[in-house]
């Protein structure tokens, strides 16, 4: 079986609806994953947020606009009238959900069951498409198969057994359509993998049937090398190791959702990244082929907290690191990137919600300093020790550029550095400047 999951962008108008359905292979058994169309999950957000702020008028307002640009959408995507008619019911159910919400009083689990509409939209109007066309298809409900622990992740066990269990409901059919991104939690209440998380949808799903490939289409030609909404002349990467490409997600590639690598990478599945606006495309291929020793690409992620510990305890003592590590470990909070010296450590994270905690109970330590709004440049590739001169290319390349912290060795597909967020857009322009420039006119 092959995993198909099409982005926001993908399936963001009747058009693009129509074009999705025509990559659809007709014979082999294919499950795809759709997102909301493209802007819905923001809109449920808005409602969320007025509702969040006690201001029903205005989540109504924004309901009854979400609703109106739906039903343009059923006006524009079918020709027939009772596929009109099915398109109205769906909208009906939706928004009755929605509204009612509304009248709730506001919880982060009122607010998921909000969040979650968008999918369950997309997939429903995309099934009644394919009916349309002749094409018999299957919808299966993700909220019946996908799942989180309590720690927030992905029960594999869970997903596999239940996405199984429902496949086999169906042994003659082929084609099967589902939702990315929603899920349920521990609670049995409806939850979502966090934004973008359809491709981590589409990699766990993957994983799950043991797919021959999971296939992300998407609004551009696969992974660049380097974020095209902040540089001029990036250029698609043919080929990337899952490392690699884990690395990238992880350091804010927004193509792949952080986490969607992993799944695929246990189970040895190829990730192939394709845009539904040019098919024909090679795309990038995400394996585990090891591809050439070179500096493949670069990422950055944002909203990034440096954290350094001056102790003079730390001079020539064991165990200094485990007791810090520790109190990372009790706010199950992850560090991204660390540095020692000899009576300091420095290191990040990204998710400051026990910052306070942690900060009293580091202050045990020592002294305790905090930075904020901080970026990582993520540089990626193979760089293996028999490779001189890659680093030096890269910090050179950020001369003009002040560096908070550098993090290379840690393992062979990466060089971190942490700059200021203001520097961001500066160091991307000048590591395409100092490191693709020439590979780069080879694309051109
Ligand atoms: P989808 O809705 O299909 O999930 P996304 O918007 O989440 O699409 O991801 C695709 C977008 O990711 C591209 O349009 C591009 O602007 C952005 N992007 C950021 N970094 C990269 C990169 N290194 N390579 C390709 N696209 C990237
Ligand atoms: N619709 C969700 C979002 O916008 C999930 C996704 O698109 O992957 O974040
Ligand atoms: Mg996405």
Redesign the pocket.
């Known amino acids: 079986m092959k995993i198909m999951k099409f982005?926001?962008?993908?399936v963001g108008s009747a058009e693009r609806m129509g074009a999705v359905s025509q990559l659809i292979p007709a014979q082999e058994p294919v499950l795809v994953v759709l997102?909301a169309m493209?802007g819905t999950t923001n809109h449920l957000v808005q409602i969320g947020q007025q509702l969040a702020q006690a201001n029903v008028a205005q989540a109504l307002v924004l309901t009854d606009q979400l609703e109106q640009r739906y039903k343009q959408v059923v006006a524009e995507l079918y020709k027939q009238d009772d596929s009109k008619e099915k398109g109205h019911q769906v909208l009906q159910t939706v928004f009755a959900d929605i509204r009612a919400c509304l009248h709730k009083p506001f919880s982060a689990a009122i607010e998921k069951i909000i969040l979650a509409q968008g999918e369950l939209l997309s997939t429903q109007l995309f099934q009644i498409f394919q009916e349309e066309k002749g094409v018999t298809s299957v919808l299966l409900p993700a909220l019946e198969f996908m799942k989180i622990t309590d720690e927030d992740e992905p029960d594999q066990a869970y997903i596999r057994e239940n996405l199984q269990k429902q496949l086999a409901k169906y042994p003659d059919h082929h084609l099967f359509i589902t939702q990315g991104y929603i899920c349920r939690n521990h609670r049995n209440e409806i939850d979502n993998l966090k934004r973008?998380g359809?491709?981590y949808s589409a990699s766990l799903m993957g994983a799950a049937v043991r797919a021959q490939e999971i296939q992300i289409w998407?609004?551009?030609d696969g992974?660049?090398n380097?974020?095209?909404?902040v540089v001029k002349n990036t250029y698609p990467i043919a080929e990337l190791s899952f490392d690699e490409a884990a690395e990238?997600a992880y350091f804010g590639?927004?193509?792949l959702h952080p986490s969607s690598i992993l799944p695929a990478q246990q189970h040895n599945i190829p990730v192939r990244l394709l845009n539904t606006m040019q098919p024909q495309a090679a795309g990038t291929i995400i394996s585990s082929k090891r591809t050439g020793k070179e500096i493949k690409?670069v990422?950055a992620k944002d909203g990034i907290y440096a954290i350094k510990i001056k102790s003079s305890r730390m001079l020539l003592a064991y165990g200094f690191l485990r007791s810090v590590f520790e109190v990372f470990e009790r706010f199950k909070t992850p560090i991204d990137m660390i540095t020692t010296s000899e009576v300091a450590v420095s290191l990040t994270i990204d998710n400051a919600t026990y910052l306070p905690e942690i900060t009293e109970a580091l202050q045990r330590f020592g002294t305790v300093e905090i930075d904020s709004e901080l970026t990582i440049v993520c540089v990626v590739g193979d760089f293996m020790e028999d490779k001189p001169g890659a680093a030096l290319k890269v910090v050179q390349s950020l001369s003009q550029i002040p560096l908070r912290m550098i993090s290379y060795g840690g393992s062979k597909n990466n060089i971190s550095l942490l700059v200021n967020t203001i520097h961001k857009e500066k160091a991307l322009i000048s590591i395409n400047e100092g490191v693709f420039s020439e590979r780069g006119k080879s694309h051109e």
Do not use: E, Q, V
């Open positions: 982005g926001g962008t993908s997102s493209s973008g359809s491709d998407t609004d551009i992974m660049h380097n974020d095209p909404r990238l590639a927004k193509i690409a990422a």
